[in-house]
C-alpha cells in the first residue's frame, strides 16, 4: 500500500537552532512529495515540492527538503528555526493512482 | 477571484439530515480532492476526482457521495449526517500528471453534527 508516515506527533526546538521534521514514504515508481503548513484554523499552504532533479529542495520561508531514495526519507529541515514557525506540519505523496496522499502531520513548537 | 473556494464555511446540522459543501476552483484543474481532518488522524482522503464525471473512493469513503458534472465544481454530500462526521473538510485541486503541480487548498468547512 502507499502510504506516507510521519514517525513524530511533535518536534521541540529552540528558536535560533536548526530543526528537522521527518517523512518516510512508501510508493509504487517515482515518487512526487510534497510538505505543506497548517497555521491553526487555517487551510493547508504548500511549502515545497521534489518531482524530479536535485535531492535538496530549497522552498518557501526558508524551509528546504532533502530526499533520500535509498531510505525513502524526504525530511523538512531549517538552518535556523523561528518562534512563527510553529505549526503543524504535513508531507504528501501523490500515489500511482493520482491520489494525494498525507501523513498523520507533525506539530512542530520552537520556544524562544 | 481565481482560486478555490469552500462553502459554508461554518455548518451545524442535525443527525439523519443530508447536507451538501461545496467546492469551486477557477483553474480548470483536473484533479480534485475532499478530506477530513480529525485530531489524531492528520488529513484523510474522502474521495477524489480526476477529472469531470471520474470519481474515485479515497480512505473513508463511507456516508459520503460526491458529485463532478463539471470540472470547477466537486461537491461533497453527507446522505445522513452522523456525529462522527462532525469534523473540517477541506477541498483541493491540482493539475494533472503531465505537469504535477502542488495541490492548492480551500480553507475548510467546519460542520458540526449534533
Known amino acids: 500500500a502507499q502510504s506516507v508516515a510521519q514517525p513524530e506527533d511533535q518536534v521541540n526546538v529552540a528558536e535560533g537552532n536548526p530543526l528537522t521534521v521527518k517523512c518516510t514514504y512508501s510508493?509504487?515508481?517515482?515518487?512526487?512529495l510534497f510538505w505543506y503548513v497548517q497555521y491553526p484554523n487555517r487551510g493547508l499552504q504548500f511549502l515545497l515540492k521534489y518531482i524530479t532533479g536535485d535531492n535538496l529542495v530549497k522552498g518557501s520561508y526558508g524551509f528546504e527538503a532533502e530526499f533520500n531514495k535509498s531510505q525513502t526519507s524526504f525530511h523538512l529541515k531549517k538552518p535556523s528555526a523561528l518562534v512563527s514557525d510553529s505549526a503543524l506540519y504535513f508531507c504528501?505523496?501523490?500515489?500511482?493512482?493520482?491520489?494525494?496522499?498525507f501523513g498523520q502531520g507533525t506539530t512542530l513548537q520552537v520556544k524562544p | 477571484d481565481a482560486g478555490i473556494t469552500q462553502s459554508p464555511r461554518y455548518k451545524i446540522t442535525e443527525t439523519g439530515r443530508q447536507v451538501t459543501l461545496m467546492c469551486h476552483q477557477t483553474?480548470?484543474?483536473?484533479?480534485m480532492f475532499w478530506y477530513r481532518q480529525d485530531l489524531g488522524h492528520g488529513l484523510r482522503l474522502i474521495y477524489y476526482s480526476a477529472a469531470a464525471d471520474i470519481t474515485d473512493k479515497g480512505e473513508v469513503p463511507d456516508g459520503y457521495v460526491v458529485s463532478r458534472s463539471k470540472t470547477e465544481n466537486f461537491p461533497l454530500t453527507l446522505e445522513s449526517a452522523t456525529r462522527s462526521q462532525t469534523s473540517v473538510y477541506f477541498c483541493?485541486?491540482?493539475?494533472?500528471?503531465?505537469?504535477?503541480?502542488?495541490?492548492?487548498f480551500g480553507q475548510g468547512t467546519r460542520l458540526t453534527v449534533v
Open positions: 483541493a485541486s491540482r493539475t494533472p500528471w503531465g505537469s504535477i503541480t502542488e495541490a492548492f
Open positions: 483553474w480548470s484543474h483536473s484533479y
Open positions: 510508493v509504487s515508481g517515482n515518487p512526487y
Open positions: 504528501a505523496v501523490i500515489s500511482n493512482t493520482g491520489k494525494l496522499i
